[in-house]
């Protein structure tokens, strides 16, 4: 009992937290760059000036011997996917996780897609898909989701994207939005990731930490894998060590968005430490700006 009210506070703090960014980001340029899945005839009306000529209706300008322009309205319906990398590596950060920031982040894009009356499903996954809830409509169900992001407990603690992905691709048969959350210091996983693109609207969220991408000057520590408990004593004293762990991390990010950006995936990186609406605005301006093209 304690243990749920405990759940359910916690969602409502999420919930509170966001509702900012859901209110003023998200909302607005969600829908315009996440539109339906088309558009279908609505009715026909006399032509105006301004109206574009591209619109009109032939049969009834012939008919009535004035012009005549469809009007046509969106359909929506769209489902959108948040597949969550729940291995151990998503329990690491300085002052906030990997994992709460992620929560955080698909809390906010939830309800943006509940306010576009869209459904919204999840994917939380280690080695293998843990659980799976289906596309759904409402407040609700979007409450549900995120108590079970909050409450969830993975019986895994190892990574694999691309077993997860394939999986993915075979439950997920209707053409979806599919935000992908995680480090993705996991290996192997494009092949799946660009089946599941040609099928989908695939968006990868990266989450890391400032430490991850570099090594302060802390003299000898003893580093250990979260997912697969090895454990190395290093030396961060040593100038060269640390220069060939950043540009080590330089060199996999800059691998990880060419190898994204071949198969035409955007990829969004947000940091444990920074306001995750800064890198979100950012992702949205451009991607409003290809849909106005």
Not at 6 to 14: D, H, R, S
Request: proline content about 2%.
């Amino acid at each position: 009992m304690e243990q749920t009210k405990e759940i359910i506070k916690k969602v409502k703090k999420i919930e509170i937290t966001t509702k900012q960014l859901v209110d003023g980001l998200i909302t607005g340029n969600y829908h315009s760059i996440f539109k339906g899945k088309g558009i279908e005839f609505s009715e026909s009306r006399e032509y105006h000036i301004g109206d574009d000529i591209r619109s009109i209706d032939w049969k009834m300008t012939a008919r009535f011997d004035h012009p005549y322009v469809k009007e046509f309205i969106e359909e929506r319906d769209l489902q959108v996917y948040f597949a969550l990398d729940m291995s151990g590596s998503s329990a690491f950060g300085n002052n906030v996780s990997k994992k709460m920031k992620s929560i955080e982040i698909i809390a906010s894009l939830m309800f943006g897609a509940m306010q576009n009356n869209d459904n919204v499903g999840l994917f939380l996954f280690t080695d293998v898909i843990e659980q799976f809830i289906p596309a759904r409509k409402g407040q609700k169900h979007v409450l549900k989701c995120i108590s079970n992001l909050v409450s969830f407990k993975p019986r895994s603690k190892i990574t694999n994207i691309h077993d997860s992905l394939k999986y993915i691709s075979k439950v997920v048969k209707k053409r979806s939005i599919i935000f992908v959350v995680s480090d993705f210091f996991d290996d192997g996983f494009i092949h799946p990731l660009k089946i599941l693109k040609n099928k989908h609207d695939v968006i990868a969220l990266r989450i890391i930490d400032n430490r991850e991408l570099s090594i302060p000057d802390i003299g000898f520590i003893e580093l250990e894998d979260e997912e697969t408990g090895e454990q190395i004593l290093v030396d961060t004293s040593d100038e060269q060590f640390r220069n060939n762990y950043t540009q080590l991390m330089k060199q996999r990010e800059v691998d990880l968005i060419t190898s994204l950006h071949k198969i035409k995936i955007d990829i969004v990186r947000i940091l444990t430490d920074e306001p995750f609406d800064i890198p979100l605005r950012k992702f949205f301006n451009i991607r409003l700006r290809r849909v106005i093209r």
